[in-house]
């Protein structure tokens, strides 16, 4: 069955950082997401992509962040200079070729930063 | 804006007995889609069920069921014949229809237990 993969699955920085999450969505999926899990908290909504654009960000989606899909597979995000509050979960989701399809996560990389 | 909200922080059910999960939501949309997901202590997020609310018909997939009352809005999930395999945060999720985004706004989660 096809599925989303994300890596690295756990990156380490240093605070002020720079680090870039990669997915690869499903082959035939058309939306992107990110979003975010803090330890223990509820996973928030970051940013929706289609067409090669942002569809929707949240406020959390400050300056310091970005997203793009460079080489027509890959979807990533990255952050610019990393806080120690951005150490979370950071799970794409992608869904196919409707908005109202089913979203299938990837297994999260876990962003930790000292 | 859309919140939901899941009261039950934790659960605890026997191994073989029938659990529910309970879920509200807020929305002044009349159409929308409802998710619940479960992640075990590997952090992946995995879909347990969807829930169209123009549909008035209870979604199923095997063990697991939903109570949906729209009226209320209000969105159990109902584990029968929980297995140990079942432990897991469960995370209620909510979609607006026809919007051109399609994000989900997730609960806070209740972490479920089941004992042998």
């Known amino acids: 069955e096809p599925e989303v993969t994300q890596t690295p699955s756990h990156q380490v920085t240093q605070m002020g950082q720079e680090v870039i999450l990669r997915c690869v969505p499903i082959s035939n999926h058309l939306y992107f997401y990110w979003y975010r899990q803090i330890l223990g908290q509820k996973v928030e909504f970051l940013v929706s992509?289609?067409?090669?654009?942002?569809?929707?960000k949240s406020e959390i989606f400050d300056d310091q962040f970005s997203v793009e899909r460079p080489d027509g597979s890959n979807f990533t995000l990255k952050i610019r200079s990393t806080k120690l509050e951005d150490s979370a979960m950071y799970f794409c989701?992608?869904?196919?070729?409707?908005?109202?399809?089913?979203?299938?996560f990837g297994p999260g990389t876990r962003l930790t930063v000292l | 804006a859309q919140t939901v909200t899941q009261s039950q922080p934790e659960m605890s059910v026997q191994e073989a007995e029938t659990v529910t999960l309970s879920c509200t939501y807020d929305?002044?949309?009349?159409?929308?889609?409802l998710f619940w997901y479960k992640q075990p202590p590997s952090r992946q997020m995995i879909l347990v069920i969807r829930?169209?609310?123009?549909?008035?018909q209870n979604a199923t997939e095997n063990r697991f069921s939903v109570n949906f009352q729209k009226a209320a809005k209000s969105f159990s999930l109902k584990i029968s014949d929980s297995q140990l395999g079942d432990a897991a945060m469960y995370f209620c999720a909510y979609m607006e229809y026809g919007g051109s985004q399609g994000n989900l706004i997730f609960g806070k989660g209740t972490k479920l237990s089941v004992k042998p």
């Open positions: 829930q169209e609310a123009y549909k008035q």
């Open positions: 989701a992608t869904h196919g070729d409707r908005v109202t399809d089913t979203q299938y």
């Open positions: 992509f289609y067409n090669n654009e942002i569809s929707e």
């Open positions: 929305t002044s949309e009349s159409d929308y889609y």
